[in-house]
């Protein structure tokens, strides 16, 4: 069974730091592409920043040199390194990846979503 897993988020001050952390784990054949996005109370769910295999990361707007997203290439994981937080960053954010893995003697590639870990900026 494949799972992705998040961890890292809290409670932080305006202009502090937090660092998210995914890592996917089963019968994987490859990482095609992992991604970051988050969903505010009463908004759509927005990408954050995304990154396919042996690409560069991609981020949105509003949190462009701001948040740094990495992947750990040793593994099926990747960080969000998020600094100068600000009010509006708080939200679910939610760990993404499109995943080859094997099943029933079969390979199938899907899309994959983590259970949420929630982010609050607030003084």
């Known amino acids: 069974q494949v799972r992705l897993v998040e961890s890292g988020g809290g409670l932080v001050q305006p202009g502090g730091s937090l660092r998210l952390s995914c890592e996917a784990s089963?019968?994987?054949?490859?990482?095609?592409?992992m991604g970051w996005y988050r969903q505010a109370p009463g908004k759509e769910r927005e990408m954050v920043a995304t990154i396919t295999s042996g690409g560069r990361p991609n981020y949105g707007d509003s949190v462009k040199g701001r948040f740094t997203f990495s992947r750990d290439m040793t593994k099926y994981a990747g960080d969000l390194q998020m600094n100068s937080l600000k009010p509006e960053d708080t939200a679910v954010y939610y760990c993404?990846?499109?995943?080859?893995?094997?099943?029933?003697?079969?390979?199938?590639?899907?899309?994959?979503w983590g259970q949420g870990t929630q982010v609050t900026v607030s003084s």
């Open positions: 993404n990846a499109r995943m080859t893995y094997l099943r029933s003697s079969r390979y199938h590639t899907d899309d994959f």
């Open positions: 089963g019968s994987i054949f490859s990482l095609n592409t």
